[in-house]
Structure formats: C-alpha cells, structure tokens
C-alpha cells in the first residue's frame, strides 16, 4: 500500500528556534499534502492544504508565516515552524493524496507523525 | 460548522468482547463519515467509509451505519482481537477520504488477552 513518511519523528528544540519537518510519499505522487496538528486528548485539527509547485492554503486562524510550507515536489512538503514557542508543542501529521485512479478516485494517506516539543 | 464527537477513552476490553465506539457528528447536508485507526508508530489508516444514509461501511470484522435520523456513525466488532488494540477516530468529510477531513478526538482502545 502507499506510505507516507515524516522526519523527524521526535524533535525538541529551543525557544525562539525554527524547525522543519519533511513529509514524504514514499511510492506514489502527490499533489496535494495536508498538514494537521493534534493536542493531546483533542481532534486533529487541519492546518493547511499545500499543493505541489503553488502556495498553501492555511484554515482560518493559522499564521501563515509562522508555519512555513513549501510542496517544492510531487513526493515531498516541508512544514517549518519559525520562531518557535513552547505553545507550538504538539503533535504535527502530514497527509499526501494519491494522483486519481482509473476511476477517479483519490485516496488520502497519513504519515506516522512529528512530535515538537519546544522548550 | 462541522464537527465530530466520539466516546472519550480509554476503552480496554477483553479479548472476544464485543466492542462499540459511539459516534455522532454536526454537519449540514450529507456528508462522508469514515472510521480511521492508527495503530503503534503508524500513520491513520482508512477503516471504512459509508458516503449515504443507511449506507453500511464494513473492514477487517469491524462495521458502522451511517444514520442520518440519529447523526451517528458508531463503530462495532462482534469480537475483538488484541491485534485491535489502537486509536480510533471517526471523521467526516464533505467530499472523498482525500478531501478536507473533520476529525473525531479519537478513542484508545485497549485488548487484554
């Protein structure tokens, strides 16, 4: 079946620091990746929508420049965070949608996660 | 706006127990309701999906309705294994499992054996 990996998988960083996680579609491509985020106990909440060789698309109430995402290639997006708070901590999932089928269907595939620890 | 609320967990069960994680959402219309598990160390896998009212989604032992009378679209298995043992999250969307996804905050559940 399609993986999609991430990397780090665990990550604590100083205060004021950035730090970029990478998310990969290991045997298909991908055009369209999403990025969630997930507090304990909580829903993954959708943070943006990045499309190959375009901007992001972030939800409402996302800084767009604190969560720096670039989809530079059909396998790979980048979510940096910059400057990052200790209120940044949290759990960061990436998913990657396949490229439609014969039938036209998509799939969408998650990725095993990031744990952020700012400290 | 759309949202999805799940039983609070942990549940933990014994092995050949019958399981069932309640679930109901808030949307408008009809959306696509899907249950995702994500076990140890790996990424969410799609469990099963329904995209109409009454539509039955099924996978791996496990079964869900989509009831549009009672917005519920909870998850049951007749006998559960320890290999079962993950989270669980009920989500909806308003397109395909490869649009936009509301998620559910996920249930833990646990087989002893």
């Known amino acids: 079946g399609a993986v999609v990996s991430q990397h780090p998988s665990r990550v604590i960083c100083k205060s004021g620091t950035s730090v970029k996680i990478e998310c990969r579609s290991l045997?298909?491509?991908?055009?369209?990746m999403f990025w969630y985020r997930q507090f304990p106990k909580q829903s993954l909440m959708l943070m943006a929508t990045?499309?190959?060789?375009?901007?992001?698309?972030?939800e409402q109430g996302v800084e767009k420049d604190k969560f720096l995402i670039n989809h530079a290639s059909l396998t790979l997006s980048t979510l940096t965070v910059t400057s990052a708070h200790p209120e940044d901590s949290s759990f960061y999932i990436c998913?990657?949608?396949?490229?439609?089928?014969?039938?036209?269907?998509?799939?969408?595939?998650f990725g095993p996660g990031t744990r952020l620890t700012v400290t | 706006g759309d949202s999805v609320t799940q039983m609070e967990g942990p549940v933990t069960l014994s092995e050949e127990a019958f399981l069932t994680i309640n679930c109901t959402y808030t949307?408008?219309?009809?959306?696509?309701l899907f249950w995702y598990v994500q076990y140890p160390g790996e990424g969410l896998q799609l469990l099963l999906k329904?995209?109409?009212?009454?539509d039955k989604g099924s996978n791996k032992g496990f079964e869900a309705t989509y009831r549009k009378e009672t917005t519920s679209f909870h998850l049951e298995k007749g006998s559960v294994q320890v290999s079962d043992s993950a989270v669980y999250f009920c989500?909806?969307?308003?397109?395909?499992?490869?649009?936009?996804?509301?998620f559910g905050s996920g249930t833990r559940l646990s087989i002893r054996p």
């Open positions: 998913s990657a949608r396949d490229l439609p089928g014969l039938a036209g269907n998509h799939e969408q595939y």
């Open positions: 329904a995209t109409k009212a009454d």
């Open positions: 949307a408008t219309g009809y959306p696509s």
């Open positions: 045997d298909f491509q991908a055009t369209t």
């Open positions: 990045s499309n190959e060789g375009s901007k992001a698309t972030y």
């Open positions: 989500a909806l969307s308003r397109g395909s499992s490869a649009s936009k996804i509301i």
